[in-house]
């Protein structure tokens, strides 16, 4: 069969496209995710265009062979990860930015994009592509769409499937899919369009993507306020919100990560703070907005708010959330990055029930979240050479999303359930929902060959 499938890729793909060296195809087995098995596949294969990709999905067809879609291998639940002797294919050559038009403010791109090559080149005409994930300089809108990625500005401008006004996929059997529009608005039949965002590369392969684009928003001006607990920078969230401001960004870091980023960059910010608020706006007279802001953060508790000065210092302010992921990774070997999402009036019990679960795990875990939308992101730190240190990290990761979900949250709301996740999936579904997912992947992938394993 190996022999089969690799002449019959080959006879319809470029020189070069296919790969079948063991040690370049282990490269491709796997995304970011810890305690996610990656099987060895088959073939690797670079598509270039979109007939590329139907002719792997036609041999995989007539063959019954397993394939998994990837884009940059940025993944955080092991969704990309490789199956046992299947087709990897990579769509990270498929990156041409097709059109960008800035009278309907549209982009049409292939999968390949890198998201931050995409907003530069918008930029240009004055237009922004919102959604901005934090490895937006090596993910790809492929996989944005696919794990339905978010970012830092969500809590004002939304997550990528607010963006994707319509798809090119193709299907199992190597079909062209159409859906969506390109016109501002459109309701015409069912929405097919939402249903492939998030589906984590299950159900088709996103070829070709028309996404919706936004008027440039001004600089943005910013502050931070630091808290004594993480209860009282929940309250002050939950003022912010019912007050009716509209934040550009609204983020928050534990006093694990506080120290964390300290230790790695020497920011000099203030070691007994146990919670750390920054917020922005990008409106007409953000200083005024961050005096009402930092107002609230006052009565709900906080021990100091500093407001920038200008762009330049919201710059230097926002640094340490963005390098708040890369310094937690310094203190172990290896780290779990949760993603759990909650309502914003419980993101102050969602951190202090964390920080219960790092002391009774004896273990290192930071938080920081995208505290305007309830999207946290706790950070397991663990040593992966030590086997009794590794069960409590996994274990302690689940204990985190059966606190998300007792508190009424969702187990993901940005990184995608891939393999990591999927019994939690099945937990926040219930059997109903479970049944009804799976018969619509049923219906668009009727042998199982797309991404096998994953979500359900």
């Not at 230097?316 to 309502?343: F, G, H, K, W, Y």
């Not at 951190?351 to 979240?369: E, M, N």
């Amino acid at each position: 069969m190996h022999d089969e499938l690799i002449t019959a890729l080959r006879g319809g793909l470029p020189e070069g496209a296919v790969l079948t060296d063991p040690d370049v195809m282990a490269a491709y087995s796997h995304d970011m995710a810890s305690f996610s098995e990656a099987g060895a596949p088959a073939a690797v294969v670079l598509a270039t265009c979109r007939e590329d990709v139907q002719h792997v999905m036609r041999v995989a067809t007539a063959l019954k062979v397993p394939v998994v879609p990837q884009g940059a291998r940025t993944g955080l639940s092991g969704g990309a990860n490789a199956s046992e002797n299947c087709i990897v294919l990579s769509l990270v050559k498929m990156d041409r930015i097709l059109e960008i038009d800035p009278v309907d403010r549209i982009a049409v791109v292939e999968p390949g994009v890198i998201n931050a090559v995409l907003s530069r080149a918008v930029a240009e005409h004055g237009l922004a592509y919102p959604p901005d994930p934090s490895s937006w300089e090596q993910c790809t809108i492929g996989g944005n769409i696919g794990t339905g990625a978010g970012g830092l500005c969500c809590v004002k401008y939304g997550v990528t499937a607010e963006y994707v006004l319509g798809l090119e996929v193709v299907l199992a059997d190597g079909r062209l899919l159409s859906t969506g529009r390109r016109t501002a608005k459109g309701v015409a039949g069912y929405d097919l369009t939402r249903l492939f965002v998030g589906s984590e590369g299950t159900l088709g392969v996103v070829v070709k993507a028309v996404l919706a684009l936004k008027p440039a928003p001004a600089p943005q001006l910013a502050m931070v306020a630091e808290f004594p607990s993480a209860a009282a920078a929940g309250a002050a969230v939950c003022a912010i919100m019912e007050s009716g401001h509209v934040p550009s960004l609204l983020e928050l870091m534990d006093g694990t990560t506080i120290r964390a980023v300290n230790a790695m960059a020497k920011m000099g910010l203030p070691e007994t703070t146990e919670a750390m608020l920054l917020a922005a706006f990008d409106t007409a007279d953000p200083a005024a907005d961050l005096a009402a802001v930092g107002a609230l953060c006052t009565a709900a508790g906080a021990t100091d708010v500093v407001p920038a000065e200008d762009a330049a210092e919201s710059e230097l302010l926002l640094q340490a959330r963005r390098l708040s992921l890369t310094a937690l990774e310094t203190l172990t070997s290896a780290t779990m990055i949760d993603d759990v999402c909650v309502p914003r009036g419980k993101l102050g019990e969602m951190l202090d029930g964390v920080a219960k679960i790092a002391d009774r795990f004896d273990l290192t875990i930071g938080v920081c979240a995208h505290a305007g939308d309830g999207n946290t992101h706790p950070v397991v730190c663990f040593d992966a050479h030590d086997p009794d240190e590794s069960r409590r990290a996994r274990e302690s990761f689940d204990e985190i999303m059966a606190l998300g979900l007792a508190l009424g949250g969702t187990i993901t709301g940005e990184h995608g359930v891939g393999l990591l996740k999927k019994d939690w999936l099945a937990r926040e579904l219930g059997p109903t929902g479970v049944e009804l997912q799976r018969g619509v992947k049923a219906v668009f992938d009727p042998l199982g060959l797309l991404n096998p394993g994953k979500l359900f």
